[in-house]
């Protein structure tokens, strides 16, 4: 199936407040956005990321913060040094926080981004606004409402005549510290496009948050009990959205964050990739089988618009929960996937310590040095070869023998750009030795022999394309071996 024609981006996320904050120790005095160090862009350049994610950059207010201080009293274990914020998803407008720098700040650090090449994404949240939003006094009316009180509402402010609805998915307990907008409100759809439109002229795509709640059918449901007097809304949200934003800027890019299966509908309203998050749970359940039966299942269209990640500003950290050989097996399936690729900041240097997304600053941590090489070497022998840049294959890999089932650990992706080279991806996500043939695809495979080249180990390999192209290329992998093949014709 040659994608090729699509991108296949690399995305670092970065949790801003920490980050920025951490910067500023080093440098001994309060660092912005705009005074970012160069060695922080000249590492990822180094790396080939081609977006940078600034997650919580936006201004929160003061409810946000007194929310924090009572949901964290009593754990200060938990807290530890941490500085408490606000939830950064709990937000009073699009402006850039002061003690970031403003949005001149921003301004100044994405002109750098993309003097190197480097786009910029930020924060786009569409379900609800903090307590203390502008438009919770000036537009009522764009919020889910009540006239008496029910469970999970509130009246936001004194005098308030309506009861507000906290933010919420219908499905876990409510986001107490927002407010619900109420997207039956073609007002308020037209409102929040403008938003978007001036979040757009600030960067270069958009993460958006909790996408499949703005649904039509989504939306309906969670709020049927909440009437309201006239509906119109005869086109869905996102369509409408992006299409507006792309009639500006043609190659922005947007980032769904969503579950439920509602994947695929979301890319068809015009998101770029949405989450694979349903990849990450098989992996980090150890599932090696379920992991190779559900790329398996999938469309490779659906792959090549999905994102990939084994760590994010939600989850745990993937040192905590893997070992090393099967963090390391893990990173090189989700960077050696089509699609979007994406690195939590901090997953690279093998911290394990989950910052809450209330923090401003973070638990101190040493890098760990053996995860670090490992993803140094990782994101240096991803740049030798086609990966994310070529056309590509999901390949089955086949029994090595009757009644050996382990080939059913062992995912395979295969990338080339032109005849006389190509890359394979190989991870055994198993516990157990495992075996198998890998049918490989290859052009011009029976044309040469070939050497072989493990980017990422010691193996070298001389094969002749015959044999190759009748039977596929024999593997033998250790527990958790993640290789690296690159192909190019024997001398």
């Not at 150890?286 to 939600?314: C, K, M, Q, W």
């Not at 890359?423 to 516990?431: E, M, Q």
Request: aromatic share 10%; proline share 4%.
């Amino acid at each position: 199936m040659d994608l090729g024609v699509l991108n296949h981006p690399l995305l670092y996320e970065i949790n801003t407040r920490c980050w920025l904050a951490e910067l500023s120790d080093r440098a001994g005095r309060r660092l912005t956005l705009a005074e970012v160090p160069d060695s922080e862009f000249e590492f990822w350049q180094r790396c080939d990321f081609t977006h940078i994610w600034l997650m919580g950059v936006w201004t929160l207010g003061r409810r946000g913060l007194d929310h924090s201080k009572r949901a964290f009293a009593g754990r200060e274990t938990e807290i530890g040094p941490c500085e408490l914020a606000g939830s950064p998803y709990a937000l009073t407008g699009y402006q850039v926080s002061r003690k970031l720098g403003g949005d001149g700040a921003l301004a100044a650090f994405r002109r750098k981004l993309n003097e190197r090449g480097i786009k910029l994404v930020l924060d786009f949240i569409p379900n609800h606004t903090a307590l203390d939003h502008p438009w919770v006094k000036a537009h009522s009316e764009f919020y889910v409402t009540s006239d008496s009180p029910r469970d999970g509402t509130i009246k936001p402010f004194r005098g308030a005549i309506k009861w507000f609805a906290h933010g919420d998915s219908g499905h876990d307990s409510p986001w107490v510290d927002t407010l619900q907008l109420d997207y039956r409100n073609p007002a308020l759809r037209q409102a929040m496009i403008a938003e978007l439109m001036r979040v757009a002229e600030r960067c270069d795509g958009v993460r958006c948050d909790m996408t499949m709640l703005e649904l039509n059918e989504v939306f309906a449901r969670t709020w049927r009990d909440f009437a309201v007097e006239t509906v119109s809304n005869d086109t869905e949200f996102w369509s409408a959205a992006i299409n507006t934003v792309r009639g500006r800027c043609p190659e922005f890019l947007f980032l769904a964050e969503a579950y439920w299966d509602l994947e695929a509908r979301l890319q068809e309203l015009g998101f770029d990739f949405t989450y694979d998050k349903k990849l990450y749970d098989r992996l980090i359940a150890r599932g090696a089988g379920e992991v190779t039966r559900y790329l398996h299942s999938l469309a490779p269209e659906f792959i090549a618009r999905s994102a990939h990640f084994i760590e994010n500003h939600d989850e745990p950290r993937i040192a905590s929960l893997l070992g090393p050989r099967e963090h390391h097996a893990a990173a090189l399936l989700v960077l050696g996937l089509p699609g979007m690729r994406f690195i939590h900041e901090g997953q690279a240097s093998g911290r394990r310590i989950h910052a809450n997304v209330h923090f401003a600053t973070r638990h101190h941590e040493p890098d760990d040095s053996g995860t670090t090489a490992n993803y140094e070497k990782l994101l240096g022998a991803l740049r030798q070869t086609s990966i994310g840049r070529g056309e590509w294959r999901l390949l089955k890999a086949q029994p090595a023998w009757t009644e050996n089932p382990t080939h059913q650990h062992i995912a395979i992706v295969q990338w080339q750009t032109d005849s006389r080279a190509f890359d394979l991806v190989v991870v055994n996500l198993s516990a157990v030795q495992s075996q198998c043939y890998a049918p490989l695809t290859a052009a011009s495979l029976d044309k040469f022999n070939w050497h072989l080249v493990d980017l990422v180990g010691d193996e070298v390999h001389e094969r002749q394309g015959d044999a190759l192209n009748t039977r596929g290329l024999y593997l033998d992998l250790a527990p958790h071996a993640a290789q690296l093949f690159r192909f190019t014709p024997a001398p």
